[in-house]
């Protein structure tokens, strides 16, 4: 039974750089300095959050004073129910 490896998050990161315009050069120094210190390392790495603009804010906060239901609110503006209510608070 074979085994696809897991992907190289670093190969992955360096491709796109290098699609974007990296140089080579720069490109192994990077790979190496990242290697070297957390080579055989298992890492996660976190979703961003997603960062609201004081607009988007405003909006949710006018919706949220709505007669729209909270699943319509959070579903539109793709937040959680928390959120929803961290912002009505006035967080």
């Not at 796109?16 to 996660?44: H, K, N, P």
Request: net charge positive; with cysteine.
């Amino acid at each position: 039974m074979s085994h696809d490896p897991e992907p190289d998050i670093v190969d992955i990161i360096l491709l796109e750089c290098r699609a974007r315009g990296l140089d080579a050069q720069t490109a192994e120094l990077i790979e190496s300095r990242i290697r070297a210190e957390y080579g055989g390392q298992r890492m996660r790495i976190p979703k961003r959050n997603k960062h609201l603009t004081l607009e988007q804010r405003a909006e949710i906060r006018r919706e949220g004073l709505s007669n729209l239901p909270t699943d319509e609110i959070t579903a539109k503006f793709k937040i959680g129910r928390a959120t929803l209510y961290r912002i009505m608070k006035g967080d």
